[in-house]
């Protein structure tokens, strides 16, 4: 099926893959790729190169090559792809935007200041002030946009001080005003290791769907399972940890195909609670 078929009958099931972020291209990588070929325009090889995209995916894993492996298995964020910095100058429209949430932050104040004072006929303003019924806020200078963006107006004495002054006041300056709702990420993009820990579960999730947990803890029944990477930890022998993480990719599954019908599992979800 051709690229444009292939959206025309599929093209909503796509979108909906891909509404879940840049996981999502891991599975839509090579998906206009003609199964077990590559895109009609690809560029030529050069010798020893393979392709690191095809059409071969969603065959086994293991049958991918290793370049293709490698290059699928990478998970993507902002930060590379649009790319997003850290720190740079707004534009005009940022600067307008900030004029309309101020002004329209000094109608609401003064509004509810209003209604204070038709409350309060016989009391004078100074009155009001001194019960703190009348407010006047100070309107922070800034917009908030989805994602963490805060577009704001700054003033830097360039004339007073010298880079490294300005660089170290700015240091403090973030950490006494990063705002609440978007506290400090704990990791930038997506780490090989968390997803490997998500695979470990996904490879729990399986063994417990032919297994028992409390027979798969017993290494001299499943050797070949405890002389994996993934599984030569100690909290493994506590088979209470097995069903922590079966529970854990479970959710992750809600996480990633969050469009799929509430009562849609795993296909590996049922346990088994008796030896085969």
Sequence with gaps: MVNSELWKHCGHDIEKIQSIGYESEVIVRGLFCQPDGVLDDALPLKPGEVYKITGAFPK??????????????????????????????????????????????SENAEAE???????????????????????????????????????T??????????????????????K???PPQFPAPSRKGHKPGDWRA?????????LLSHFPAFQIVKKDIFP????????SGRKWGDFTKWREARRDAGRLFR??????????????????????
């Design 153 to 174: 107006i700054v003033a830097i004495n360039w004339g007073s001080f010298t880079n490294d002054e300005i660089v170290n006041y700015f240091r403090r300056w973030v």
């Design 60 to 105: 086994p894993w293991q049958s991918l090559t290793l370049q293709e492996r490698d290059y699928r298995k990478h998970i993507g964020s902002d930060i590379e792809r649009i790319p997003l910095v850290p720190f740079e100058r707004g534009i005009s429209l940022d600067a307008k935007d900030i004029c309309e949430y101020s002004e329209k932050q």
């Design 255 to 276: 996480r990633l195909f969050p469009f799929l019908p509430p009562d849609e599992k795993p296909l590996s979800w049922e346990r088994q609670q008796s030896a085969k």
């Design 198 to 206: 998500k695979l470990t579960r996904l490879a729990v999730m399986r």
């Design 224 to 231: 070949d399972v405890w002389e994996t990477k993934q599984f």
């Design 176 to 178: 006494e005003n990063r």
């Design 113 to 151: 200041r209003e209604q204070v004072r038709r409350e309060n006929p016989i009391l004078n303003e100074e009155t009001l002030l001194r019960l703190h019924k009348l407010k006047y806020p100070v309107t922070k200078p800034s917009v908030y946009w989805l994602g963490g963006r805060e577009m």
